[in-house]
Antibody
């Protein structure tokens, strides 16, 4: 069974940092690109970042470039999102998602990031 | 990259059909056959319903179908059931390793 189990969310002050993790199991992690998608409270879904199978290619939505870093540890089957210089507008539920057949076929349970003083 | 345009809400009665539109541009919906649709119940993670415009993942009922015409994609749900009541989002590849979602459509089954 494919599972994506997320951890690392929480409350952080504006300007602070947080690292999200997404532990994958039930599939060959190394052959899938992985993405992060977020959803602000009461709002729609937004693509945040993507990473290639080997981690060499990383991509970001313009609003997080230079502040967020996506990475993966294929030896641990884990995806990460390092979020620095957090802003109020980054407050959202963050989902990790497996990218296959040009779509997000499996999603993590989501983790809430609250940015507030 | 601007969000794709979806109607805020649609509704239908059990057994009826509804169609949700997803309007984009030549850079996203019109330029790629990589449109997908997601169902999201409150407090839950999204679930993939359609990929590559019109393909259904294993386990998704054939009551759900997708299509595209020009810069607009469509999700049609036939034989509406109460459990279909949810938010629906379209998503398209927009080139240069960017992806864009629609604003979401709330489906009410009356």
């Amino acid at each position: 069974e494919v599972q994506l189990v997320q951890s690392g969310g929480g409350l952080v002050q504006p300007g602070g940092s947080l690292r999200l993790s997404c532990a994958a199991s039930g599939f060959t992690f190394t052959i899938y690109a992985m993405h992060w998608v977020r959803q602000a409270p009461g709002k729609g879904l937004e693509y945040v970042s993507a990473i290639s199978t080997d981690g060499a290619g990383t991509y970001y939505v313009n609003s997080v470039k230079g502040r967020f870093t996506i990475s993966r540890d294929n030896s641990k089957n884990t995806l990460y999102l390092q979020m620095d210089s957090l802003r109020a507008e980054d407050m959202a539920v963050y989902y990790c998602a497996r990218y296959a057949n040009s779509a997000y076929d499996y999603w993590g349970q989501g983790t809430l990031v609250t940015v507030s003083s | 990259q601007s969000a794709l345009t979806q109607p805020r809400s649609v509704s239908g009665s059990p057994g009826q059909s509804v169609t949700i539109s997803c309007s984009g541009t030549r850079s996203d919906v019109g330029g790629h056959n990589y449109v997908s649709w997601y169902q999201q119940h409150p407090g839950k993670a999204p679930k993939l319903m359609i990929y590559d415009v019109s393909k259904r993942p294993s386990g998704v009922p054939d009551r759900f179908s997708g299509s595209k015409s020009g810069n607009t994609a469509f999700l049609t749900i036939s034989g509406l059931q109460t459990d279909d009541e949810a938010d629906y989002y379209c998503c398209s590849y927009a080139g240069s390793y960017t992806w864009v979602f629609g604003g979401g459509t709330e489906l009410t089954v009356l």
